[in-house]
């Protein structure tokens, strides 16, 4: 109770207005809705009566049962330590809470997947079925594996891909090369531990960087 009257302290309240600024008459049920944000894009599924399923990181339910407070809109805090405690949950929340503001995208990754999308319904019923708490990882299980798996029976994520591959080109670069050779001398030089065996590893891991660039 002590960390959720903390976090009640950070917890901006944000004026809704009454009427949704989102036409539910655009979305039907299974669609694929996409939020995209300033570091990531937020995924879910439409249930019908403006109800979204997703999945959405959440330190509130470890830290307190008062389920009327769980059930409010996640606020940033909440999900930033989901996020680092690998917590969260599939919830169904408003279109309006779900969006938090920004432009919805409807089934735009029908364009981008190669498996074509199962029956509305089908879509709706599993996203249904994996309501509840799940262990939350920012690569490999996160809001867009959820909706993947729902929509196209496999759970992947693009986004989880794209930032793979950054990271191998930052790190499996010719640059990266040459820093960990420099590295790797200057620490032999420094601990005065110039041997046969730390040369070896040196070489051989900036040789491995060098052919994987």
């Known amino acids: 109770m002590f960390l959720y009257q903390i ?3 950070f917890y ?3 004026q809704k207005e009454e009427d949704s600024k989102h036409d539910l008459s655009l979305y039907k049920r299974g669609d694929l809705l996409e939020v995209p944000r300033t570091l990531f894009t937020h995924f879910g599924i439409y249930l019908g009566d403006n109800r979204v399923a997703h999945l959405i990181p959440d330190i509130l339910p470890v830290i307190t049962k ?7 809109m996640v606020t940033n805090n909440r999900l930033l330590l989901g996020v680092i405690t690998k917590v969260a949950s599939v919830r169904v929340d408003s279109v309006e809470d ?3 503001g920004s432009e919805i995208l409807i089934n735009h990754m029908d364009k981008v997947c ?3 999308p199962l029956d509305g319904d089908e879509v709706a019923r599993r996203a249904e079925k994996l309501q509840g708490s799940v262990t939350y990882s920012l ?9 993947m798996y729902c929509r196209y029976g496999m759970a992947i994520s693009y986004q989880t891909y794209k930032f793979c591959t950054a990271v191998r080109k930052i790190v ?5 090369a040459y820093l960990t050779a420099l590295c790797g001398i200057g620490t032999m030089l420094y601990l005065g531990c110039v041997t046969s065996l730390t040369v070896l590893l040196t070489v051989l891991i900036s040789f491995t960087i060098w052919m994987a660039a």
């Open 12 to 14: 901006v309240a944000l």
């Open 98 to 100: 779900f969006a938090y």
């Open 7 to 9: 976090l009640n302290l």
């Open 114 to 116: 190669s498996q074509p």
């Open 139 to 147: 690569l490999w299980y996160n809001c867009e594996h959820y909706v």
């Open 66 to 72: 008062n389920k009327s407070a769980i059930a409010k």
């Open 172 to 176: 499996c670069s010719r640059m990266s």
